[in-house]
């Protein structure tokens, strides 16, 4: 239990049932499945880059660059569905072609020439998006290729029908959940995964273990790009519509929902499940804002304030825990010492 | 030795970088007879753009002058001040704008006014520190239209919300104000369920918002969206929740990609104008002042119609409605 208390994800999870339970006693209408699968659905795109970032922030670096590197990979995806035709097994495929390659040029870069990441990535963004603009004009894709609308209305499960439409779990959701569970299998149980956190936590320490830091960074940055892509293609899914700046813009959305689920910029810490609950954090409090009746001029404010607090919140917490922790070893110094003979012993 | 190599090579490809830009350059041959006439947009590469540099490129060719068109790549008031101060130090002749931010972008009109550089605004009627605003509709009359549509629709009484670009899209706002002024003398019992909300340059976000305001105010009957993804976002949220024709939805959309949205009739009607007329009459009007020409004595710009001028705002009627009929026949 109280080893639950000193999770990030705790906290989190209570300030999402606080806030639950302020939106409906507001509007009922909030606590009903109809509205969580909404969420699901409209967030599986978000939630989905936020996997990428995890695993960046993790490894201890940052990626600006993946909205570009997802609008890319959906652009250019699209196109060569149009012209070659194909089914959404050859557009995922082409999308995660396209969108690791793209992720591995950032990954290459920073293990290379030792750029941080940060300048790397808004520079690679820059080129990518850039390069984009330039070949495309801008222009715009309403006619979508058969599969992705066919594709785009395939759900599970059918929850009553209320005013004549059916609703149940979209595919974008299952697809955002079967990443949720890869990832959190690939952190936790794989040598691989292990290794980003050791890269994250020390590089330098990493690297005398014998951990391989190039390899682990370049496929960091690789899978940010495959989930980017995977994004990307969601996104066409969702709206129906590619349109070259569309996604770009909204890389501190999803950042910020990142280091909201537990995540440090500073690497080395997060989890899949708290990336998780912080994506539907600023979900829920984005969606409250209107089924709360609040104007639309607070939506920043409020918003903001919730990172602040929730954050805040968990980082106090723990700064509590360090310093009373400092005082428990002060003071039980003798059985400390004991035990660091018994190791020794043993 | 093979390091040093190694550093000339680089070397090399850093001086080659340096000397590409020139190579991308557009139309930057200044002759001294030739103005130099540069529009900027709110954002550069979506479709209402991309057709207004159509006008841009078509004044250029037919009155012999240096034109193009330039934006930022979102719509950030910040980046239009810098391009503005580029322009000004790069000495251009006559500068066209459609605004981000009005009250942003004062101070930098001041400055380039100062050099002795024309500034031309479009949709933004009330922004101080231009020498003449365009609009290519009358405000008042278009935002009326508007609300015609929607009560046509949604008959004369019920409620209903509106969907903006952005708080401080200069335009979006005077056309919500008029349309509610207008709504409270001739449709009292309109009933706006909550503010305007700020998502209607971004589709996916209308559509959540659209989600959003169905399960907050279950009887919703008509959606106003300005900004050009607005309506397409509310009608697909409509079509998912079986809902296409229920809710009326009318607003500024791009004819062409509003066109499924019409036929289905999950949309209800579209209100728009050509923006490349808009272009084309910026570059004209900045000629036509550069060589000397009064504009208040305008009666007509060739090409694109007749005009009235109100103080230092010249007005085009240019408004069009967007039906399901005549949706794919403006090629645009």
Known sequence: MRKLFQRHETYVLVIILLFSVIITSVNHNFLTLENALDLLKSYSFTGIMAIGVLFVLISGGIDISFAAVATIAEYVTVLIVLRIGGSMITAFAFAVLIGAALGAVNGLLIYRFKIPPIITTIATMNVYYGLLIVITRGKWIYALPDCFRSFAEIRVGSFGVQDGSAFGVSVVTIIWFLLLIAAAVLLRYTRLGRSIYAVGGDKISAERVGFRVGRVQVFVYAFMGTMAAIAGIVQALLVQTVAPNSIVGKELDVIAAVVLGGASLAGGVGTVFGTFLGVMLLAIVQNGMTLMKVSAVWYDVFVGLVVILSVGFSSYKQKKQQSSSKIDIRESAPSAGVSADTLQES | ?332
């Open chain 2, 1 to 332: 030795m093979q390091r040093s190599m190694k550093y000339g090579v680089l070397m090399m490809l850093v001086l080659a970088l340096c000397c590409t830009p020139s190579l991308f350059a557009q139309g930057s041959q200044d002759t001294a007879d030739e103005y130099e006439i540069v529009t900027v947009v709110k954002i550069t590469g979506i479709p209402w753009f991309n057709r207004l540099e159509e006008g841009v490129m078509q004044a250029e060719k037919e009155l012999g002058i240096n034109a193009y068109q330039i934006g930022p790549a979102d719509a950030d008031p910040a980046q239009q001040v810098k391009m503005v101060e580029d322009l000004i130090s790069k000495g251009v002749d006559a500068i066209c704008i459609t605004p981000n931010d009005a009250t942003a972008l004062e101070p930098v009109f001041k400055k380039a006014r100062d050099n002795g550089i024309l500034i031309l605004t479009h949709e933004s009627p009330d922004q101080s520190g231009k020498d003449v605003d365009i609009e290519l509709i009358d405000n008042v009359a278009f935002a009326k239209r508007t609300w015609d549509m929607l009560v046509e629709g949604m008959g004369t009484s019920g409620q209903y919300a509106v969907f903006v670009g952005g708080l401080t899209v200069p335009l979006h706002n005077v056309w919500v104000d008029e349309g509610l002024k207008y709504a409270q003398e001739t449709y009292p019992d309109l009933d706006l369920v909550t503010s305007r909300i700020p998502c209607g340059e971004d589709q996916e976000l209308s559509k959540q918002k659209t989600l959003e305001l169905l399960k907050t105010y279950p009887d919703l009957k008509g959606i106003v969206g300005f900004g050009s993804l607005g309506p397409p976002g509310a009608a697909q949220a409509l079509k998912e929740k079986g809902k296409a024709g229920a809710v009326t939805v009318v607003g500024t959309v791009i004819p062409g990609h509003a066109a499924p949205y019409l036929k289905d009739g999950s949309m209800t009607k579209g209100i728009l104008w050509d923006p490349k007329d808009a272009g084309y009459s910026l570059s004209w009007v900045a000629k036509y002042m550069l060589d000397g020409g009064d504009f208040t004595t305008l009666t007509s710009i060739p090409g694109v119609g007749e005009v009235s001028v109100v103080g230092d705002v010249i007005k085009v009627n240019a408004m069009m409605d967007i039906t399901k009929e005549n949706a794919d026949s403006f090629g645009f």
